[in-house]
Structures are given as C-alpha cells and as structure tokens.
C-alpha cells in the first residue's frame, strides 16, 4: 500500500472518529436542551397568562400553554401549525408590520389587542412580544405573553360612559355633547356643510314635576329623550344638558330647511301624550334652531345663539321653534341687563304699587282697588309689568317681589280702612302669579301680611288668571280652599281666555269672575264680544259669584256692562292706576261727599 494512500484513509478515519464525536455530542446536547424546553414548557403550562410561540417566517403556532386553552377555549392540538390571526381573528391597534419592524428593531413590543374566542365572545388582554433566537443567534419566533383585561376594560368604558352621559336618560351629557359640537363645526368647514344645534326646554316641567312628584318627572324625561331620539338620523346628537334642557346637533346639512323640519318632527311628536304611570301626560316644548356659517363659527357660539333662539319662543308664547338672527343677540344682552337690575331692585326699594279703583256699576262707588307694581328703574323710567314679571316669574324672583307688594297693599289697605271706614268694607285686591300660587310658603306670607297690619282677612282679594286656576286642578282646588278657609276673597281674572270648562269652573272655590278686557273692547260693536259677556254673567249667576269687566275705556262699554248684568268694572274710563296718595283723595272725596260715579 502506498505512502499517499495511507494518508487518504488515516485521514478519513479521523474525519469519522471527529464526525461521531461531534454527533454523540450534538444528540447529549439535543437530550439535554429537550429536558430543558420540557422542563420549561411543564413551567409554562402552569402559568395564569396565556403563552404562545409562532414561528417568525411562517406564522405557525408552536406553542400553546393551557393558560391559551383557557382564555380563548380552544386546546393545544387543535391550533398548532396554525397562526394567531386565524384562530384568535386579532384586532391589532397598529398594522402588524409596523409592530414586526418594532419586533426587529428592539427585540419586543408591548400593547393591548382584542381577540375573539372560541365562542365568538371578544377579550381583550396586554400582550407582551419578544424574539426567540436560534442556535446561530438569528431571529426564529415570537414568544407572546397576553394577559386577560377584558374586565379592568369594562370598568375603564363604563366609567367612561359615566363622565360623558346623563344617567338618567343615558344620553351624551354636556361634555360629550360640546366635543361633538367643536368636532362637527370643524369638520363642516373643510366639507362645507351646515351645521345646526337645536336648543330645546321643556314648557311647564315645573308643574308636572311639583304636582305629580320627581319620580313621574324622572319618567316623563326618558319618555322625552326617546321621543328626540326617534326623530334625528342615526349620526345626529341628542343630549341632555341638565333639568328639562335639551339639546340636538344635527350634522351634514345641505340647506337651512332640514333644520327646521327636524324641529317641526320634534314639536309635533312631543304634541301626543306621554304614558307617565297610569296617566297621559301632555307637554310641549320650546325650541332654538342655530345654523353654522362657514368658517365664521365657534362652537360656543353656536349653542349660546340657539339657547337665545330658545328664549325668543319662550317669550312669544311657547310650543314653537324660533331661528336664531343677529337681532336676538342684542334682546338677549337686553333681557340679561334687565336681570340683572331686577336682582337688585327689590333691595334697592325701587318698585312701587300703583292702585286702580274698581267702582260698583249701579252706583259708582269704589268698592275694591286692585295693587298694581312698578318698576322705577334707573335709567328707564317707570317701567309697566308686562316687561319684567315674565323675566321675573322665569328666574323667581317673582316670589320675593309678590311678597313684597302683598306686604305693601295690606298695610295701604289697613290705613285707608282705618281712615275712611265704609260697610262693606274696601277690598284689596292682588295679583298672583303661577310661580307665586305654585310657592309652598304662600299661605304663610299671606298670613304674616295680615297679622302684620292687623287686616281682616275678608278684606284682602287674591286673583289669579284663569290657566293658572285649571293648570291643575286638584291641586288648584287644595290650595283655593286653604285660602278661602283662611277668609280670604278669590277671583279668576282674565276670564274668557284660558280653557276652562263648567265642569272644573263650578269646583273652584272663587268670589268673582272678571271678564278679560278683550270682551270689553267689543262692546257696542261686536255682537258675539256681547253675547260673550251675557253669557259670562248668567254663568257667574248660576254659581253665585259676582262679576268684574276690566278695561272700560268709555262710557258706553260701562252702560252696556250694566245693562248685561255685570256688577262692577274697572278701567280708564274711571281711573289709570295711581299711588296711593291719589286714590286716598278720591276715597276722602267719596267717604266726604258720598261721590258717585255713576257711568
């Protein structure tokens, strides 16, 4: 054999010797590493959270602890050689390749993902990524921790929903209503659509709320809220802002006229009655509509002016949507002014009462005044009720003023009692608002006023209109006859205008009817204003109650008033109302001379 060849099989022979050895420690090292991951993985599957391993490349599961098996139902062998996106149908935050360059870059990522289980129910963990390397030190798999959160996630979105909803109605509240606002006002400038807020209050909640309880009030605003909610599109806002204040932002608009259809549908379905309990209640609302214009729109402004638009149908009689205009923002600054000057009136001894006689008609003697306020306001003059008791009947402080001039024309008319006696005695009559009549202390201020002054209580003539006498009723006849135990005279004043019925009129416990001065006016002219009145009359008759015509203005109304029955009236064709002083001269004239002014 020669030397080369020798050489040749030396050599492969140690070439196998090496290769053996390299290989039997090669399989020790393999045993000892199966042990390990066997080892490891026993570990693993003892763990709460759920581990899994995928292949980086291929995506396929290689790994799937029982941890997996029991957050997302399904086992071990019926997932490996699958991927994690089709069984657990992944929701990533990001796109996954964004989070695999993270993975290359940094070796991990962090972030939270939703999955779906085996029965279709979602979950939602924080999951935890890193690298596996291989042998060699290359990238080979993912190693993914996830961790159930489904519920710290309810609790999260729940008080979430909290902060951004009125519990009682589950609408958006104001928070979430202005985000939307300030989102939608944005949005419409870079698509040029409109949008529109609709600012809605609830006419007379008070009322429901105070005569049938907070719970049935409670009930009529979720039946309100669902009643809104039918009549906007499914990506138009309704929110509650507090109390009976709703509003409604409508997105996308092509034009000013859908707008105003949304507030007629939404007039119109809260016109029906609403089932509260056992009863239908019936409500309206009163509503302000403000349009976008492009570019020109802050979202604060947009929901001020509506709110504005809202108090223009407030004050133009209820039950009505008004569109904001530029106008309304200087009766708005108006109307806060007089608010303002009208909080501080009261403590600044700015009002006073003026009195208007009211004269028998078969005789001409002044039988009854009736206690008229005024506002001396600076700047403004004398100022007549009828621009300031709505602001005031709005805001309360009718309360504390009505109680003030109660106080005022007992004492006047205690004085004028003691200074010219007369059989049957002056009457004094004062107006009550709704707020004043609806006040659970009135019966108490009226008998302070009387005990204060010494006033017999016959003497004193409490009127209040004839829609707040029906507002309701078994409540109104509660109160009447409190009053009128008490000894005190009642009158429903401006009969004829409200929606009385002889049903309900009958169970009032009054004194007089006084017929409104739109009656009068008629007279002598419009035969149907007379036949009004005669009417009037015969059913003032029927029940016993004497009868009032207000706002004579001439001779002839006061003869034919007269000859229709009516026993007594009052109006400029006698005297304007006067201070005090003045109508003690006439009470002095008549107590002296026995003075009749006869019509």
């Known amino acids: 054999m020669s030397l080369p060849l020798l050489l040749v099989i030396l050599a492969a022979t140690i ?28 570990l693993l599957d003892l763990a709460h959270d759920a581990i899994l391993v995928w292949e980086l490349k291929s995506g396929a599961i290689l790994f799937w602890n029982r941890g997996a098996e029991e957050l997302y139902g399904w086992q071990k062998a019926e997932v490996l050689g699958s991927t994690p996106q089709a069984v657990l149908q992944t929701r990533f935050p990001i796109p996954l390749a964004d989070i695999n360059a993270e993975l290359v870059r940094s070796g991990r990522w962090d972030g939270e993902l939703e999955h779906t289980r085996r029965d279709g129910t979602p979950v939602v963990v924080a999951s935890r990524w890193a690298l596996k390397l291989d042998a060699s030190g290359k990238p080979s798999a993912v190693i993914g921790i996830n961790t159930d959160i489904s519920r710290r ?21 104001r928070t979430l209503f202005r985000d939307r606002l300030q989102r939608a006002v944005a949005h419409a400038d870079r698509r040029k659509h409109l949008v529109a807020v609709l600012f809605l209050d609830l006419d ?46 409508l997105e996308e608009l092509d034009e000013e006229a859908e707008a105003t259809r949304a507030a007629e549908r939404i007039g119109e379905a809260l016109r029906g009655p609403l089932a509260i309990g056992d009863r239908d209640v019936f409500i309206s609302a009163s509503i302000g509509l403000a349009l976008s214009a492009p570019r020109r729109t802050h979202p604060d402004s947009l929901l001020r002016n509506a709110d504005i638009a809202m108090y223009r149908s407030k004050a133009t009689g209820k039950a009505r949507h008004s569109i904001f205009d530029s106008g309304m923002k200087q009766q708005a600054m108006e109307r806060l002014e007089l ?16 009195y208007q006689p009211i004269h028998s008609l078969a ?4 039988t009854e005044v009736e206690a008229l306020v005024r506002w001396e306001r600076p700047g403004h003059g004398l100022v007549y009720p009828g621009s300031f008791i709505p602001v005031a009947e709005e805001t309360g402080l009718i309360v ?64 209040i209109t004839e829609t707040v006498a029906l507002d309701d009723i078994n409540a109104t006849i509660t109160k009447l006859e409190a009053l009128k135990a008490a000894g005190i005279q009642l009158a429903i004043d401006d009969f004829g205008t409200g929606y009385s019925s002889l049903g309900y009129l009958k169970r009032l416990p009054v004194n007089t009817l006084k ?56 109006g400029y064709h006698f005297a304007r109302p006067q201070p005090a002083e003045q109508i003690g001269w006439l009470l002095r004239d008549q107590s002296r001379a026995g003075l009749r002014l006869v019509a």
């Open 339 to 354: 608010e303002t000057d009208l909080r501080q009136a009261l403590a600044l001894g700015q009002f006073r009462i003026h």
């Open 515 to 570: 017929i409104d001065r739109s009656f009068v006016e008629g007279l002598g002219h419009d035969v149907q204003d007379a036949a009004i009145v005669q009417s009037v009359v015969a059913l003032a008759r029927t029940l016993e109650l004497s009868v009032v015509g207000e706002g004579i203005e001439s001779q002839a109304q006061a003869a034919q008033l007269r000859a229709l029955g009516c026993d007594r009236g009052q």
């Open 400 to 463: 504390p003023i009505g109680r003030w001039v109660l106080q005022q024309a007992c004492e006047q008319a205690a004085a004028w009692h003691a200074e010219f006696p007369s059989e049957p005695p002056l009457v004094m009559g004062v107006n009550l608002s709704a707020r004043q009549f609806q006040d659970p202390g009135l019966l108490g201020d009226i008998e302070r006023a009387l005990k204060a002054c010494g006033l017999d209580p016959h003497m004193l003539k409490l009127e």
């Open 153 to 173: 996630k309810q609790a999260e979105a729940a008080l979430e929903h909290q902060a951004l909803h009125d519990s009682l109605t589950g609408l958006p509240n």
């Open 15 to 42: 070439h196998l010797v090496w290769a053996r050895r390299r290989h039997v420690a090669a399989l020790r090292q393999a045993e000892r590493q199966a042990a390990r991951l066997a080892g490891q993985a026993e």
């Open 363 to 366: 005789d001409g003697y002044i």
């Open 204 to 249: 007379n909640f008070k009322v429901i709320n105070d005569s049938l309880g907070h719970q049935a009030g409670d009930a009529l605003l979720v039946e309100v809220a669902d009643r809104l909610k039918s009549c906007v599109r499914a990506g138009d806002t309704v929110a509650r802002l507090g109390g009976d204040e709703f509003t409604i932002l």
